[in-house]
């Protein structure tokens, strides 16, 4: 996954260094500017076992900023906001693994440095009693809820 490039960033922003489960890392360039998620629509992606997004949907293309093709075969992660902690996709990741649904609030990065919040849920796709992909779907959070996300994240590692 390659660093955020600075052209592509609306505004003043701050650099980043985010390190990834696998060990590697990524210079990202985060702004304070929110986009509210659109009212009505579902963001929904599938990725294989290892993360790799392999469809996404309109929604998911415009709210992340990417064009689909930059999109299509890159880690999930490309989304991932410095804000998140470590600690909430260990447990996303250890419960899909499981063969288990798992939903939260995330907080995720866009392509031009901003970010959005939403309510998602990620289900193992089984086939032939054998995980073979996850689909995750996301919709509108509550504000409530994000501003609860926010303060339990603040104290997470």
Same mark, same amino acid.
């Given at each position: 996954?390659?660093?955020?490039?600075?052209?592509?960033?609306? /505004? @003043? %922003?701050?650099?980043?260094?985010?390190?990834? %489960?696998?060990? *590697?890392?990524?210079?990202?360039?985060? !702004?304070?500017?929110? !986009? #509210?998620?659109?009212? /009505?629509?579902?963001?929904?992606? +599938?990725?294989? !076992? @290892?993360?790799?997004?392999?469809?996404?949907? +309109?929604? %998911?293309?415009?709210?992340? =900023?990417?064009? @689909? *093709?930059?999109?299509? /075969?890159? #880690?999930? $992660?490309?989304? +991932?906001?410095?804000?998140?902690?470590?600690? $909430? %996709? $260990?447990?996303?990741?250890?419960?899909?693994?499981?063969?288990?649904?798992?939903?939260?609030? &995330?907080?995720?990065?866009?392509?031009? /440095? =901003?970010?959005?919040?939403?309510?998602?849920?990620?289900? #193992?796709? &089984? +086939?032939?009693?054998?995980? !073979? =992909?996850?689909?995750?779907?996301?919709?509108?959070?509550?504000?409530?809820? &994000?501003?609860?996300?926010? *303060?339990?994240? $603040?104290?997470?590692?």
């Amino acid at each position: 996954m390659q660093d955020m490039n600075p052209s592509d960033i609306r /505004g @003043e %922003f701050q650099e980043k260094i985010l390190k990834h %489960f696998d060990g *590697s890392q990524r210079k990202v360039l985060v !702004t304070d500017v929110e !986009t #509210p998620y659109p009212e /009505g629509r579902l963001i929904v992606s +599938r990725t294989d !076992t @290892e993360g790799r997004i392999t469809h996404c949907n +309109r929604s %998911f293309v415009e709210m992340s =900023g990417y064009e @689909e *093709s930059e999109i299509i /075969g890159q #880690p999930h $992660a490309l989304l +991932r906001h410095p804000d998140m902690p470590t600690a $909430a %996709f $260990a447990d996303l990741w250890n419960t899909v693994r499981e063969g288990r649904k798992w939903h939260g609030y &995330v907080k995720n990065l866009r392509k031009d /440095g =901003g970010y959005y919040w939403v309510y998602a849920t990620v289900i #193992p796709n &089984v +086939r032939n009693g054998k995980v !073979t =992909g996850y689909t995750s779907v996301r919709r509108k959070p509550s504000r409530q809820k &994000v501003e609860e996300a926010i *303060s339990r994240y $603040a104290n997470m590692s």
